[in-house]
């Protein structure tokens, strides 16, 4: 790709990374094998996509920008294993773009400004994905593997690791991009492979519950617990300690609380 001919869009989160041994890099991290089949979100300028197309069964390409895709698609148009749509990835359905039984390979260097709706998206539908391999900026992968008592503890950090193993692999500069970005950035790993902890009726309850919280991070759950919406909560009748702020649970004490609050909600339903 001939840099000088393209022209980022800012508001599409364009970074376009310009350096193939880091792209080679995030490809051999993939370790892909024979029958892999892979979602690159945002292709971009295909530097990703050229080594997907060469060693995975199967790639699906969502780009946004209509100019990048009439570019991606002339130039792959002989590749059998190869389908690019031009959609939002916030908005396309995974039911209709990833046909088959088998899980997918979720890989982007994602736009800066969608990282959390995208995170979120690829959790809440991790049942059609083995796994996710994404740069973000490195503050928000280091939001994500990070501990509780800590200042990068939060939403991203319990969410991540509840549904995936998740770990940074490594950091990447700011200077291999085009155009470059303020920060540095890193390449995550989640791995969607733990045990379930919840159930389909505490999930909604759950993130009400770790949203809620730390939303009100200073407060104590007594106080924040109260303030979320729909949830009218008899607290003297949980048996957990409402004196901590969210910031001092692990991702197991949330879904002890969770589970607290849902048989509370579902005794008062049935009497
Ligand atoms: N993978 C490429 C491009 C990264 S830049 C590379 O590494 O060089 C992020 C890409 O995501 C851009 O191509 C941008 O157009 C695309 N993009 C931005 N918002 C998007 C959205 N909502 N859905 C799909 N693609 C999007």
């Known amino acids: 790709?001939?840099?000088?001919q393209v022209h980022p869009k800012k508001s599409l989160g364009q970074n376009f990374l310009k350096d193939e041994n880091i792209a080679?890099?995030?490809?051999a991290s993939l370790n892909l094998k024979p029958g892999d089949c892979v979602l690159e979100i945002g292709s971009g300028t295909g530097?990703?996509?050229?080594?997907?197309?060469?060693?995975a069964t199967k790639v699906v390409g969502v780009e946004i920008d209509k100019n990048l895709v009439a570019q991606l698609l002339s130039q792959y148009s002989s590749a059998t294993n190869f389908l690019l749509y031009q959609n939002d990835i916030l908005k396309v359905s995974f039911k209709e773009i990833l046909p088959g039984e088998q899980r997918w390979k979720a890989v982007a260097n994602l736009p800066?400004?969608?990282?959390?709706?995208?995170?979120f998206k690829l959790i809440e539908q991790r049942h059609f994905f083995e796994s996710a391999t994404l740069m973000v900026q490195q503050e928000v992968a280091q939001r994500m593997v990070a501990k509780p008592s800590t200042k990068a503890y939060g939403i991203l950090s319990v969410f991540s690791q509840c549904y995936a193993e998740t770990q940074i692999l490594f950091d990447v500069?700011?200077?291999v991009f085009f155009p470059k970005p303020e920060v540095t950035s890193a390449v995550v790993r989640l791995e969607f492979n733990k045990p379930g902890l919840l159930n389909e009726y505490d999930e909604p309850v759950f993130r009400q519950v770790v949203r809620g919280t730390f939303n009100q991070r200073r407060k104590m759950l007594r106080n924040s617990l109260l303030a979320i919406p729909?949830?009218?909560?008899?607290?003297?009748k949980i048996n957990f300690?409402?004196?901590q702020r969210p910031e001092q649970l692990s991702v197991s004490d949330f879904v002890e609380l969770t589970k607290q609050i849902v048989r509370q909600i579902s005794n008062l339903s049935y009497n």
Do not use: E, F, G
């Open 173 to 175: 500069s700011r200077h």
């Open 241 to 243: 300690d409402l004196k």
């Open 112 to 119: 800066y400004h969608i990282t959390s709706p995208v995170l």
């Open 230 to 236: 729909d949830l009218d909560l008899d607290l003297d």
């Open 24 to 27: 080679r890099k995030i490809i």
């Open 1 to 4: 790709m001939n840099y000088a």
């Open 47 to 55: 530097i990703l996509t050229k080594y997907l197309v060469q060693s």
